[in-house]
């Protein structure tokens, strides 16, 4: 039976709260930023890559991957839901992370959040090229930009 008074937030919280270092990345936070039409079957967990994976129930479903210090630590946004710190990648990170992982995560949806992210107003090119100077995908992300722009 399910709770009529689920909130999506809830299972975020929940997540935050079995994983305390992890932050919310990839298909995650495209979701969250209403940039995909894609439903993510999980929740998309970067972790430093020096901290061991915590151990985690069946439920929620949780995909971990890991980032470099450097990686991991841009481009974090903290914010509050219901008095509870949630982590999760600014959208320029988020996108500069779906190049990369674009092997894992599908080609067909780093084509659409690409899409979707130019043609937004609120993005910022300059940030995007920065994040993907140091998540060491620069030449890619031009490509990429080149097409589309």
Not at 72 to 82: L, P
């Amino acid at each position: 039976m399910q709770d009529n008074n689920f909130r999506p937030e809830d299972e975020l919280i929940q997540v935050s709260k079995i994983v305390p270092n992890g932050v919310f990345c990839l298909l995650s936070c495209l979701s969250y930023y209403e940039i995909t039409t894609v439903e993510a079957r999980e929740y998309y967990i970067a972790i430093e890559r020096t901290q061991h994976k915590p151990r985690v129930p069946d439920y929620p479903p949780i995909n971990f991957f890991y980032f470099s210090q450097k990686s991991y630590e841009i481009g974090v946004k903290k914010m509050n839901i219901n008095r509870n710190e949630i982590k999760m990648y600014d959208l320029e990170k988020t996108i500069c992370d779906c190049v990369r992982y674009r092997n894992k995560i599908g080609q067909d949806i780093v084509k659409e959040a690409l899409n979707d992210y130019v043609n937004k107003k609120e993005k910022d090119i300059d940030k995007l090229l920065e994040y993907a100077k140091i998540t060491g995908i620069p030449n890619l992300m031009n490509k990429y930009l080149e097409v589309l722009v």
